[in-house]
Structures are given as structure tokens and as C-alpha cells.
């Protein structure tokens, strides 16, 4: 159950991405709601999807990244 979570997580970033306020707010309910390694398998992606857009960096503050 816990990976489907990790999984719909991955899948309301993607969609929010355009609005990076949007995103924040979802990066902390993911935060909340994961199990730490997830957390970190969920750095990996958001940073993957910071590459492809810039904006989306002040997010990773909510990560410690």
C-alpha cells in the first residue's frame, strides 16, 4: 500500500508541475505521508523534474536538499 502512495505521489507532482506553489504544497503533504526512504527516492525525482524546470527549485527547500 505504502508504494502506491509513493506512486500517486510521483504522479500529482508531475501533473502540478506547471505552479510551482502548487508543487511546494504537494512536496509537503508528500513529506508528511511517506515513509523516509521513500523521502529520499522522492528527492531523487523532484530533482529530476527540476531540471526540466527551473522554477520548481524553491521547492527543494522543503526537502533539505
Known amino acids: 500500500m505504502a508504494r502506491?502512495?509513493?506512486?500517486?505521489t510521483k504522479?500529482?507532482?508531475n501533473k502540478v508541475s506547471f505552479d510551482a506553489n502548487l508543487f511546494c504544497k504537494e512536496v509537503q503533504k508528500a513529506i508528511q505521508r511517506l515513509l523516509p526512504y521513500?523521502?529520499?527516492?522522492l528527492?531523487?525525482?523532484i530533482k529530476s523534474?527540476?531540471?526540466?524546470?527551473?522554477?520548481?527549485?524553491?521547492?527543494l527547500i522543503y526537502l533539505k536538499a
Open 49 to 59: 523534474l527540476v531540471n526540466e524546470n527551473p522554477d520548481l527549485s524553491q521547492c
Open 11 to 13: 504522479t500529482i507532482l
Open 38 to 41: 521513500e523521502i529520499e527516492e
Open 4 to 8: 502506491a502512495m509513493f506512486e500517486y
Open 43 to 45: 528527492k531523487i525525482y
